[in-house]
């Protein structure tokens, strides 16, 4: 019986197959302009370019000019490159150009496929990103397709690892940009570090298509980008919290070692907040008041330490240092270090050196790094399993794009063993038989160790010229992948191999003329030896497509059903034969998770002998459901993610929105005299309550808080003596000195270095205010989640909480920017101050998922700047001397206090 739905498909097609016809009349129309595209010169066909921009400028629509740019690019690809663009091709490209993601399969050119929407939509001039997954592709791509762009008149630029801000600037300027993902959202974050709008690299988010859509926006959204810096040393802090844990008896605390969390219990926050009060460390009524949401976190740290934490076991200490333990190789780890203050906590635990710890200094998700741009598009040969992610975060279509020729790939049923070592013997004989009848075989493995261990099975059984890849060497892999397709070549791949470069049945010939002729010049020789190596390809082609086409073999199932679909898509490229299987056993991680014992104990009863395998497609039925469960665990793991960071994310726009206005204010005097005025505003409503008698007054107070945040010493206990003064008197006395004072600052530096000293004064305290608060929403973050226990939603307790604390550090801005100003000096040598220092920073993932810290291989280090002088040169009297002088040291005047406390307490 066929369901109504099911009827319907049949009569109307899918919603993607009728999307997709909806496409063709307008692949008709440009079809219709190929002869009189050949039929222009290369300066004509050129010439289109300004063309079209002027018709943009007159008000020509840009879908309107969608036909004639797509027609004029598949011209210019085809002179160019050798490649004409096919329909499909045309229809992928328009499925970018609305916004949406275009799946194509394998081989099918998605690369080329770019250029069409990237042509069109760099016409506005407001620049278009491609976002590629690593360096290599970026630097590849932007060279290749960069030669369509430049016969059309438009500039391309390239993002990768190490380049300066210059270099950077140069690249985003241009009218097309290749980069990696992370080097996009680094540079965002360090624009927004950046102190003048002349420093800043990006200049917008208008349109970016991005390639293997699914592994960036997905796969690695779970892991924000961070830049860090270290923080000032905190040792004391560590020292003093670490003592009061051994004072704690077992009745103070609760463990629960499967979760890996502990808490104190009443009786354990009563003592705690006794031992904090004596520290002075204390503030408000409780101890989870918002106040002392960070003493909290370090509270929760040194406990974890003591109570979870075993020497030897989890960590060992050698020479000072404190080292992690794997706990699944046993190995060390050094330079890894516990993320959020954990590992400084067993340093104090151990009575080590305690080494700063590093505090965010900006961050941003994947998510919300690509959700800014105005239109986002993607490519992928995988996306329709997780269109429903694509759909609710980002607002992304997914459309499948036909073939340009019937897959005739044929996909085996799943072979599935009881033990990995019958897994194993049946994977070998099965590549002995393949290679036998010289079929090229692509063997997909989940790890680099499992590759390792099949490769040494085959050496051991006297196979050894095979290829072994994983995902260090970009250039390598592209290099051997586009063999892999040579008769009889065996190739062992992790899941990552392979990306951006086709296997090509009896290898790739482009690849062998440039590796085989290397530089030897242009002429008669080269073109016959060119000849030949193409034709023994053609011949080696031959005969794979005899032998069977590429046989995919993979030794196990993904948890995702799109890296199997992404391993499996590598075989029948453009019509090629091919044939992909998956050999399994009852002791891989999805079997064992998914219910394997029953279903072990079941085949022994059915007489399954040693070297048997069962196959059925109620089988594959079964793991596609288990991998679906796993999907859409992992989708409300990301979900649930982002619904903390874009609380975040609102407060960030806002900061970052500020620090644009300041940069690009001429004259912050009326900004900063705001903020003056509502200081004195909050100063007066503190110690003068509304509705209170003038006997109610706290005239004192008023007067130290005046004198501590405006510098100004006024008698406001004799104004408050006199009959009838009002509140809105003093107020309006109070502004009108402290305006008076303002203003005579002003005239004394002048009005261009008042204007300089206001803005950079508003930069750095907005930048320094900013990343402490950074570090309160990471332990907010850290604790709120204990709220679920008093059945509080902890996402409404961390919308409200971070609000409040964003409310405090408006207010401490003011405060804190409005003192500054009121004591800032003019010293003669500042016009030979070196611009603010950028402190070191590293960029980085956190999983948030783990909560380790995983520094990833793009690392990047800025040096520090030191304009420290020697302690011996500094005149205690004579301040230009002193060059840089730490917060936390003592001050080179002789006082005995900090520098942060004397002479550094305003500069």
Not at 160 to 179: I, K, M, Q
Not at 612 to 619: A, F, L, Q, Y
Request: proline share 3%.
């Amino acid at each position: 019986m066929v369901s109504f739905g099911g009827l319907a498909r049949k009569i109307f097609g899918s919603s993607n197959e009728r999307r997709v016809k909806g496409f063709m009349p307008r692949v008709n129309e440009i079809g219709a302009l190929e002869d009189e595209m050949k039929g222009l010169s290369d300066e004509a066909l050129r010439g289109k370019t300004e063309e079209f921009r002027k018709k943009l400028a007159d008000g020509t629509k840009l879908d309107d000019l969608l036909v004639p740019a797509f027609a004029v690019v598949r011209e210019a690809a085809r002179r160019v490159l050798g490649l004409r663009p096919f329909d499909v091709q045309l229809i992928g490209g328009m499925v970018l150009h609305e916004g949406s993601i275009a799946e194509m399969k394998t081989g099918e050119g998605k690369t080329l496929v770019a250029t069409l929407p990237v042509y069109l939509n760099a016409l506005t001039g407001d620049g278009v990103h491609v976002v590629t997954v690593n360096d290599y592709l970026a630097r590849r791509d932007s060279e290749w397709m960069g030669r369509v762009y430049g016969f059309l008149g438009l500039t391309t630029g390239v993002i990768v690892h190490g380049l300066s801000d210059e270099e950077r600037r140069a690249a985003y300027a241009c009218d097309v940009t290749y980069g990696t993902n992370n080097e996009l959202g680094f540079d965002y974050l360090r624009d927004n570090m950046k102190h003048e709008r002349s420093q800043m690299t990006q200049r917008g988010h208008a349109f970016a298509i991005v390639d293997e859509v699914d592994s960036i926006l997905i796969d690695e959204a779970r892991t924000p980008l961070i830049i860090s810096g270290p923080l000032d040393d905190r040792s004391d802090l560590y020292t003093t919290i670490d003592s009061f844990i051994p004072k704690l008896s077992e009745e103070d605390y609760e463990i629960d070692e499967k979760q890996r969390t502990a808490t104190f219990t009443e009786e354990g926050t009563e003592k705690v907040e006794e031992m904090l009060r004596e520290a002075e460390l204390f503030k408000g009524e409780s101890l989870y008041d918002i106040e002392n949401v960070s003493i909290v976190h370090h509270l929760n740290n040194a406990l974890k330490a003591h109570k979870l934490f075993q020497r030897d076991k989890d960590y060992i200490v050698r020479d000072g240092d404190l080292i992690i333990i794997d706990e699944f190789t046993g190995r060390m780890m050094p330079g890894r270090r516990f993320s959020e203050g954990l590992h400084q906590a067993l340093e104090a635990k151990e009575h080590v050196k305690i080494q700063p710890e590093n505090q965010t200094l900006a961050s941003i998700t994947f998510q919300n790094y690509f959700r800014m741009y105005g239109k986002l598009a993607g490519m992928t040969g995988t996306a329709a399993t997780e269109a429903e992610e694509f759909a609710n975060i980002y607002g992304l279509g997914v459309v499948e794009i036909p073939t340009n020729l019937p897959i005739q790939r044929i996909d085996e049923d799943d072979e599935v063993y009881r033990t990995v070592e019958e897994k194993y013997r049946a994977i070998v004989r099965e590549i002995k038989e393949a290679r036998a009848k010289d079929q090229p075989i692509l063997v997909g493995t989940t790890s680099i160790e499992k590759s390792e261990i099949l490769a040494e099975l085959l050496r051991k059984e006297g196979i050894k010229d095979f290829e072994v890849l994983n995902a260090r060497h970009h250039e390598r892999e592209a290099a051997i992948i586009s063999q892999a397709g040579k008769p009889g070549a065996i190739t062992i791949a992790t899941n990552m191999a392979g990306r951006g470069t086709d296997i090509q049945l009896g290898g790739n010939p482009d690849m062998r003329v440039a590796e085989e002729l290397g530089d030897m010049p242009e002429g008669a020789e080269r073109e016959a030896k060119e000849k030949a190596v193409r034709e023994d390809v053609q011949k080696l082609k031959d005969k794979a497509i005899a032998a069977g086409g590429l046989y995919v073999l993979a030794t196990e199932r993904h948890e995702s059903r799109r890296i199997d679909n992404q391993l499996r898509g590598r075989s029948g490229r453009q019509g090629d034969p091919g044939r992909s299987k998956f050999y399994l056993s009852l002791q891989d991680d999805l079997m064992r998770i998914f219910g394997s014992d029953r279903m072990d104990g079941m085949l022994q009863k059915l007489g399954l002998k040693e070297d048997e395998s069962i196959v059925h497609p109620w089988i594959n039925k079964a793991l596609e459901k288990a991998q679906k469960k796993v999907e859409a665990r992992n989708f409300d793991i990301r979900k649930n993610l982002l619904k903390f960071d874009d609380v975040m994310n609102d407060q960030r726009k806002v900061v970052f929105e500020q620090r644009l206005e300041l940069m690009d204010g001429e004259n912050l005097g009326e900004t900063v005299a705001e903020m003056r005025h509502d200081v004195i505003d909050e100063l007066v409503a503190t110690h003068i309550p509304e509705k209170a008698y003038a006997e109610q007054w706290d005239a004192k107070g008023l007067r130290e808080g005046v004198r501590t945040h405006l510098n100004l010493d006024l008698p406001i206990e004799e104004w408050v003596q006199e009959e009838g003064i009002a509140e809105d008197d003093i107020r309006t006395r109070i502004t009108e000195a402290v305006d008076k004072a303002a203003a005579e600052r002003a005239e004394r530096f002048g009005p261009d270095i008042m204007a300089y000293v206001e803005k950079s004064v508003l930069l750095q305290t907005l930048d320094h205010l900013w990343r402490e608060h950074l570090v309160n929403l990471d332990h907010l973050r850290s604790v709120v989640g204990f709220r679920g226990y008093a059945q509080r939603d902890p996402l409404n307790e961390y919308k409200t909480e971070s609000f409040e604390l964003f409310q405090a550090m408006l207010g401490n801005l003011r405060q804190t920017v409005t003192a500054q100003l009121m004591r800032v000096e003019l010293v003669r040598e500042a016009a030979e101050a070196p611009p603010p220092e950028t402190p070191p920073m590293q960029a980085h993932h956190v999983d948030k998922t783990t909560g380790e810290d995983e520094m990833d291989g793009d690392t990047m280090t800025l040096p520090r700047v030191d304009n420290r002088a020697i302690a011996e040169e500094r005149d205690p009297n004579d301040p230009s001397t002193w060059g840089k002088v730490g917060r936390n040291e003592a001050c080179p005047c002789g006082s005995g206090k900090k520098y942060k406390h004397c002479h550094g307490a305003f500069t």
